[in-house]
């Protein structure tokens, strides 16, 4: 299968709503970036993760190497946040990058 | 915040023609990065480089080369250009420490008719 798998592909949040998305991986990584790209296409970094779980904000992020998954969670969803969500996680073999399909964010009021 | 460039930002090409995308990193890193954009795909590896005159292939070669000639400077190269070659493409760069964390550019838009 893929090596990453992202999920759900899309999403449709109501203003204030707390959701999350969530990467498996089929095999160990050594970390995690999260990215999300906005209506100009621009890639923008949320978290990267080695381990653990960081926050920003109405953002969090975890990251299980050994459970081999990642999850961003979006709390109190505001118009802003609509957008396309990538995660991306480096492997144990070298410094390739490989990217999750994407969840496409829709929140409305 | 690291800095990387793309040029051109939009470009129209024809078919059969020479395109190149021209990418510039201000923070010297080693590694560089080529990555496409299609719809249902996400973002797919085309090239990438460990540091100045080195390129290796990525999961999606064909149809490209690329050229490192300097640790700022990453090229993508489409010899001859095919309309299945229209899409985004990003450049990213990275440490190229263990944990790599990418930094990418605002992407170029490549129309080839």
């Known amino acids: 299968g893929m090596p990453v798998e992202q999920n759900p592909p899309a999403l449709s949040l109501y203003e204030g709503a707390d959701s999350g998305l969530r990467c498996n991986f089929s095999t160990t990584m050594k970390s995690v970036q999260w990215f999300q790209q906005n209506h100009r296409g621009r890639l923008i970094t949320l978290f990267y993760l080695a381990q653990g779980t960081k926050e920003n904000g109405r953002l969090k992020s975890t990251f299980n190497s050994k459970e081999r998954y990642s999850t961003l969670h979006i709390k109190d969803a505001q118009l802003e946040d609509s957008g396309t969500y990538f995660c991306?996680?480096?492997?144990?073999?070298?410094?390739?990058?490989?990217f999750g399909s994407g969840t496409r964010l829709l929140v409305s009021p | 915040e690291a800095a990387v460039t793309q040029s051109p930002r939009n470009k129209v090409a024809v078919t059969g023609g020479k395109v190149t995308l021209s990418c510039n990193q201000t923070?010297?890193?080693?590694?560089m990065y080529w990555y496409r954009q299609d719809t249902g795909h996400g973002l797919r590896l085309i090239h990438y480089s460990y540091g100045a005159g080195s390129t290796e292939k990525g999961d999606i070669p064909d149809g490209y080369k690329a050229s490192r000639p300097s640790q700022e400077n990453f090229s993508l190269i489409l010899e001859l250009a095919t309309p299945s070659q229209t899409s985004v493409y990003f450049c990213?760069?990275?440490?190229?420490?263990?944990?790599?964390?990418?930094?990418f550019g605002h992407g170029t838009k490549l129309s080839v008719l």
């Open positions: 923070n010297n890193h080693n590694n």
């Open positions: 990213a760069s990275g440490a190229g420490i263990s944990n790599e964390r990418l930094f």
């Open positions: 991306a996680a480096g492997g144990t073999g070298g410094y390739k990058v490989v």
